[in-house]
């Protein structure tokens, strides 16, 4: 059996499993998922790496096998190859490999992070904003930023690690008054991937990318623009 195979149909199909499953193994499925997209750490290499990979796919093994047990009409044993093995993205491992558009990671997003952007539609776009530049809450908290401030975007990353998109921080690492300003009406803290989508997305108003009017004479604009828009909605 190919775990990520069945993870990735999983993730595909949440709408209809999420509401099979009892709340006790939808408890357990969320830790293996903690588990198997752990990513060991940035010392991770050698032995170690090694170690961390073997924990990893064991635990992924153990959460598709969940699945069958729970859910054996979807997930039980296939002799059709109802599964086949997912191909993963270039350069990537079997956690990001594809079934329908849906990748096992996509299930840790969905369980895991509790938001939607995943599939062949929005996980390009949550990928293409995790590869925005962007701040560790350890570095912001050593230079004496709360990371955890509301009105801040958080977004969670490969292996569950959170990252706060740069443009909200001044060279010291404090928050842009403006961003903050803006954050606040787009109600970052209750939808940071739609937050941050609007700030590295291009925008007909203002000409361009919003974040690349913070610190400028036309930063201005933006708080009113985005007062506009949430009036729209």
């Known amino acids: 059996m190919n775990p990520y195979a069945v993870l990735a149909a999983a993730a595909a199909r949440w709408e209809r499993i999420a509401g099979l499953l009892g709340p006790v193994p939808l408890e357990r499925l969320a830790g293996l998922l903690r588990e198997a997209r752990r990513d060991g750490g940035p010392a991770a ?5 090694e170690e961390t990979g073997e924990r990893r796919h064991a635990a992924a093994l153990d959460a598709a096998e969940l699945l069958a047990a729970g859910l054996p009409g979807l997930f039980g044993p296939d002799p059709q190859g109802r599964f086949t093995p997912a191909v993963p993205r270039p350069g990537e491992g079997a956690w990001s490999a594809i079934h329908q558009g849906y990748s096992a990671d996509d299930l840790a997003v969905l369980l895991l992070d509790g938001h939607r952007m ?55 690492a404090r928050p842009q008054p403006i961003v903050t300003g803006v954050n606040a ?22 000409g361009g990318r919003p974040e690349a009017l913070v610190g400028t004479a036309d930063e201005a604009r933006l708080l009113d623009t985005a007062r506009f828009l949430m009036e729209q909605e």
């Open 185 to 206: 009406v787009l109600a970052a803290d209750r939808d940071p991937w739609g937050a941050a989508d609007w700030w590295l997305s291009a925008n007909a108003w203002l």
């Open 45 to 49: 290499t050698g032995d170690r790496a």
């Open 118 to 172: 995943v599939g062949p539609l929005l996980g390009p776009v949550r990928r293409r904003l995790l590869a925005a530049p962007a701040m560790d809450p350890d570095t912001l908290r050593r230079a004496g930023t709360d990371p955890d401030t509301p009105v801040l975007i958080r977004l969670t990353g490969a292996g569950g690690a959170v990252r706060l998109p740069s443009f909200q921080f001044t060279a010291a």
